[in-house]
């Protein structure tokens, strides 16, 4: 798996839902893979993307992932977050 190749295929998806793809994380965990993507947006009142908003996007990239060959044919568990609140800016 190619965090860059990942990327590509994710901006579009998060960009319409108005959030910015901050980094992906790939990982080995045992017979599967951790894909960790962490967004970024303005949300509601300018607060960061909420719970729903995460939800959604979550949604898209699981399905943009499926439908794309970037994430080979190995198992993989997908985390969609935010940066949260106590992240610097």
């Given at each position: 798996?190619?965090a ?13 839902h ?5 980094t ?24 960061g993307p909420?719970?729903?908003?995460i939800?959604e ?14 994430t ?18």
């Amino acid at each position: 798996m190619d965090a860059n190749r990942i990327s590509t295929v994710l901006e579009p998806v998060l960009a319409a839902h108005d959030l910015e793809l901050e980094t992906i994380e790939i990982q080995p965990a045992g017979r599967r893979t951790l894909v960790r993507v962490v967004v970024d947006g303005d949300g509601p009142e300018g607060h960061g993307p909420g719970l729903d908003d995460i939800a959604e996007a979550t949604q898209s990239v699981s399905a943009a992932l499926d439908e794309s060959d970037v994430t080979g044919t190995g198992p993989y568990t997908l985390e969609v977050s935010s940066r949260g609140v106590s992240r610097p800016l």
